[in-house]
């Protein structure tokens, strides 16, 4: 089973970023799909999570109306994109693959947004 994330990286406040979370091992289409995030000294924040057929989604009041949580279950791919970036998104950016039984998680992809 992996997950790998990718996309993350400096950005300056105001610009945005799309991270990608390639799935293997498993049946992705069976799998709710979220991401988190854990900003240093910080508790780690549930920031989007979307069903198995992509026709539900959640996202953190923090980030509605800036982040989009969307997947690709022929790629086997969940996206997560970044608008109008603020400092405080600043964190290492997980994904997260969940049935209720079993969850797996990613190495994480670090975002800094700084000027």
């Known amino acids: 089973v992996q997950l790998v994330e990718s996309g993350g990286g400096l950005v300056q406040p105001g610009g945005s970023l799309r991270l990608s979370c390639a799935a293997s091992?498993?049946?992705?289409?069976?799998?709710?799909m979220r991401w988190n995030r854990q900003a240093p000294g910080k508790e780690r924040e549930l920031v989007a999570t979307?069903?198995?057929?992509?026709?539900?989604?959640v996202h953190a009041d923090s980030v509605k109306g800036r982040f989009t949580i969307s997947r690709d279950n022929v790629k086997n791919t969940v996206y997560l994109q970044m608008n109008n970036l603020k400092p405080e998104d600043t964190a290492v950016y997980y994904c997260?693959?969940?049935?209720?039984?079993?969850?797996?998680w990613g190495q994480g992809t670090q975002v800094t947004v700084s000027s």
């Open positions: 091992g498993f049946t992705f289409s069976r799998y709710d």
């Open positions: 979307i069903s198995r057929t992509g026709g539900s989604t």
């Open positions: 997260i693959a969940d049935d209720a039984v079993i969850t797996y």
